[in-house]
DNA sequence: TTGCGCACGAGTCTCACACG
DNA sequence: CGTGTGAGACTCGTGCGCAA
């Protein structure tokens, strides 16, 4: 059943990417390999059926328009589905270049499988891979060639996710932000006025503040208000208990001690320093 | 995969009081 | 008027499981 090329390459030194194997098969019911270890990078992409790849503790049920990548001498263990069985075609490559594309595409050694956008974009590329069997000198040019192609159409697909993530999470964020800067000012704000704003889970607005900027959202809020606070010191000579009003608190006291924590020094001594 | 609900410990806030 | 401190109340951070 199995189609796998004898590559017999004569190798052209090019360094950022080698090519190691190619091939293709129709597994049959349950066939299976591993586990193993290999010393390169092997792509696998399922044209159709279903299977299980398994590598470190973990295990991915895996079919058509998907595919899985085995790290270098890392124990991996694959097999076809009993019912419906794979068919998939491999890649297997080293070089300087090899870990960084798999990267670009969100492939890791903890996530070790992709989705392709186009599955049957991917299935030609593979298609071709294995017409190169009857080619001499270029034929690590040509597969090369065609595993550039294919890197470029799952870095591309996954850099098209990754916006609408970041894009949707940024949406959120400046929409917190903007609710803050409205609303710093009221003794009542909480911080779960502003998820309840959003239409968002507590939680959830505060992983989004911790992703993007480092900061718990109440974290954001008090530097928020201590930043205004010192420039109504520093510019309109304010009194403490009146700066603390104008930023929400009704209590000068934490007011003081918050204010002290953030900038380094006591309200007071701030307002005088700065005159 | 995204987003929610829940629970619990940690951290923050509020209040009271003393003192400079 | 502002600061420091301690106790109790309250809110938040965070992890986990679950559903859509």
Not at 73 to 98: C, E, M, R, V
Not at 199 to 212: I, M
Request: proline share 3%.
């Amino acid at each position: 059943m199995a189609r796998e090329q004898d590559l017999n390459i004569d190798r052209l030194h090019l360094t950022d990417m080698e090519i190691h194997i190619c091939g293709s098969q129709q597994c049959g019911r349950s066939h299976s390999y591993g586990p193993a270890v290999r010393d390169y990078f092997l792509i696998h992409y399922i044209h159709r059926g279903k299977g299980i790849f398994k590598v470190d503790n973990s295990k991915f049920e895996l079919n058509r328009g998907q595919g899985f990548v085995i790290w270098p001498h890392l124990i991996s263990y694959y097999q076809a589905d009993q019912d419906n069985p794979w068919q998939y075609s491999w890649i297997g490559f080293t070089g300087l270049k090899a870990e960084d594309y798999l990267k670009e595409a969100g492939i890791s050694r903890e996530n070790p499988y992709f989705r392709a956008q186009n599955p049957e974009k991917i299935s030609n590329i593979f298609s071709e891979m294995n017409q190169t069997g009857n080619l001499k000198k270029s034929k690590e040019i040509k597969l090369l060639g065609l595993l550039y192609f294919f890197f470029a159409e799952i870095i591309e697909a996954n850099k098209q996710k990754l916006n609408r993530d970041e894009n949707l999470k940024e949406e959120y964020l400046k929409k917190a932000v903007n609710y803050i800067d409205r609303n710093y000012s009221r003794p009542d704000l909480k911080i779960a006025d502003i998820a309840s704003y959003l239409n968002l889970n507590r939680s959830y607005l505060w992983q989004l503040f911790d992703e993007l900027l480092d900061l718990s959202p109440q974290q954001y809020l008090i530097e928020f208000r201590m930043e205004k606070a010192a420039l109504l010191l520093e510019n309109y000579n304010l009194k403490v208990k009146s700066a603390a009003l104008s930023v929400g608190y009704e209590d000068p006291f934490s007011f003081s001690k918050i204010f002290k924590k953030v900038m380094g020094k006591s309200p007071s001594l701030y307002k005088n320093g700065q005159i």
